[in-house]
C-alpha cells in the first residue's frame, strides 16, 4: 500500500456511503443511444441529455456514420498535423460559414478546444479574466496558461454575469493584453451571459472576448447559431468555441474566428496538435445535421422553444424552485444532497432520469436536479416527468422549502 492508495480510499470515503444507501447516481450504463434508452431492461426517458434538437438517433445521421466508416474506417491513427482528410476541411468551411465567422478549426474534444485555444493564445502579457461560474474546460485552459514555464498568464475573476465586476477587472488589469472568457449559456444554471454587456466593456478596454457557446449552439437565434445571432452581436465577438456533444449529436469541438487567428491556434494549441484526429465517421454525422439546421433550422430551434416554454410553466406553476434558468436548461433546485439523490432515485424507478448534481458540482445548498429539455421529448414525456416531480416534490418538500429534519443531514 501507497500513498497514493490511502489517497484514493479516503477520497471515495462519500462515494463509499452513497453506495451503500443505493443511491449512487452515475455512470449507469445505457443500452442504447438517444433520449430513449433502457438501463438495466428498464425503459427510460432521459431529461439529462444535451442532445437538444433530438437528431443524434436521427436515420439520416446514423447512415452517414455507416458509409463514413466503410471510407475512413473509425480513426486516422493520428493527428490532424497528418491526418486530415478532405471531410474535416469541407466541415470546417461550412461551419464558419454558417456561424459568419471567417475560419473554422474541429478539435477533438469541445474541451480540447477550449484548453488548446486558451494556452496557445496567452502568454505573460495576458491577463485572464473569467466567471466566477466558468466551466471546467475554462478553468483547465486557464490553470494550463499560468502555469506554464516562462509564459504564465494572469488570472482575474469577475462576479457571474456582471458587466460591472467585469470592467473593474479591466480598468485595473496590470498586463498588456486581456482574454475575457464567458458562457452564451450556463450549463448548470440555465441562465445567459448579458453579452452585448460584455462586448460593450471588452471593446472599451480592448480587451478580446471569447464566448464557449457550447449549449447556445442549435438553441439560441433564430437560426440556431447561438448567443452570438440572437443578441445582434455579429462581427463584434472575436472567438466562438463551441461542441459537437449536444446539438451535433456526437463529440468534437469547434473554435471560430479570424482567418490568422485561428491558423495560429491551429499551429500553437498542444490540444490539437498532440491529439488524435476527430473521427471521419463522426464529421460525416455532424455534417448531416447541419444540412438540416441549413434547411430547417428555424423550424427545429422553435420546436424546442415551445416545449421548453411549456415544460418551464408548469415546472414554476407547481411550485419548483429553477433558479437563474431561462433556457431549456432548466435546473430544479432541491437544496439539499439527500432531498436531490432521493429525487433522483424515485424518478428513475418510474422511468425518468434527471441527475442529480451536488457538491462539489455546485455549492452546499445549491444541489439540484438536471432537467433540460430538448426537442425530442414529447408533451406526453414532459407531463408525465412533471406529475412524478410534483409527486415525490411534495413527499421530499422540494417545492415547500419545509424542513425534513433528519433528512437534511449530510450523507
Known sequence: MSWIDDKAHAGLELIRQVKAMQMYPHFRPFESGGIYTTIEGKPIVNFSSNDYLGLTTHPKVKEASKRAVDRFSCGMSSSRVQATTTAHVELEERL???????????????????????????????????????????????????????????????????????????????????????????????????????????????????????????????????????????????????????????????????DEVVDFVKHSARAFTFSATLPVPVVAAASVILDMLEEEGEALVQELHDKASYMRRCLIELGFDLGRSDTHIMPVMCRDQRKALFMHVALLECGVMMVPITYPGVKEGEERLRCNVTRGHSREDMDKALELLDSYGRAFYVQSGEDLGPMEASV
Request: proline fraction near 2%; charged fraction near 20%.
Open 96 to 258: 464558419a460559414n454558417w456561424y459568419g465567422y471567417e475560419k473554422c478549426l474541429l478539435f477533438t474534444t469541445g474541451y480540447q478546444a477550449m484548453v488548446g485555444s486558451i494556452q496557445a493564445l496567452s502568454d505573460r502579457d495576458t491577463t485572464l479574466v473569467l466567471d466566477n461560474l466558468s466551466h471546467a474546460c475554462i478553468l483547465d485552459g486557464t490553470f494550463l496558461a499560468a502555469g506554464t514555464p516562462m509564459r504564465g498568464a494572469g488570472i482575474r475573476y469577475f462576479n457571474h454575469n456582471s458587466a460591472r465586476s467585469l470592467e473593474r477587472c479591466l480598468r485595473t488589469n496590470e498586463r498588456k493584453n486581456a482574454l475575457v472568457l464567458i458562457e452564451g449559456i450556463y450549463s448548470l444554471d440555465g441562465d445567459r451571459a448579458p453579452l452585448p454587456e460584455f462586448v460593450e466593456v471588452c471593446e472599451k478596454y480592448n480587451a478580446v472576448l471569447l464566448c464557449d457557446d457550447a449549449h447556445g449552439t442549435g438553441t439560441l437565434g433564430r437560426r440556431g447559431t447561438g448567443i452570438v445571432e440572437e443578441t445582434g452581436m455579429g462581427g463584434r465577438v472575436p472567438l466562438v468555441v463551441s461542441t459537437f456533444s449536444k446539438t451535433f449529436g456526437g463529440i468534437g469541438g469547434i473554435l471560430l474566428g479570424a
